[in-house]
């Protein structure tokens, strides 16, 4: 590995927790696509298109299964309103199990932290731990070898050496992916897809300088 010639390095400290990828693209996705096994994507997309609209929600008309390549806001989106879509339709092992994530999810982007919501992190990854198995009794799922559930243990330590988890969340530099590869992209003709890109931003670049200039 690229590391071995640093003998003080330890590379497990160099990986922080990821918001979007680890947790709103990871464990929410999955968690969505067992409960969609568990209660079927036709009755949770009905509960879904049942919601009343409310300023700050998103509103899922046509359901959540229509969702491709859902991005993390559609997921955050989801994960807000899940929990009311799953009353009288899953166990209570199975509704304390998807609590005890999304309180994880939630407490994970605290903004600040002290002891007493640390542990309350370290409490609802036990809730989730301890009703897990109710997703197999289900047949929603029938292995948790996932990288990233594992992942969720370390939160606190990384935490308590790093700050809160906004300080290195890959959301925001996430978003300049659209900025710097998508617009490219769909402005090119999907020929030598690299060198159109280059150029098309360094073209913007020149626009906005001289922009400046005039103004």
Known sequence: PFWADFPQANIHLAM?????HQLYQGMVKH???????????????GRFKRVPSAHGLRHFPSGISVLQNASGAEHRAVAQQIMGCLIGAVSDSVLRATRGLLDFVYLAQYKSHSTETLQYLKDALTLFH??????????????FNYPKLHALQHYVEAIQEYGTTDNYNTEITERLHIDFVKEP???????QIYDQIIAYLDRKERMKLFQEFVD
Do not use: C, M
């Open 31 to 45: 968690v969505i696509g067992w409960l969609q096994i568990i209660v079927s994507k036709v009755e949770l997309d």
């Open 16 to 20: 922080t927790p990821d918001i979007l």
């Open 130 to 143: 301890e009703n897990k198995e109710a997703f197999f009794e289900s047949h929603g799922r029938d292995v």
């Open 185 to 191: 992209y769909e402005a090119s003709n999907r020929k």
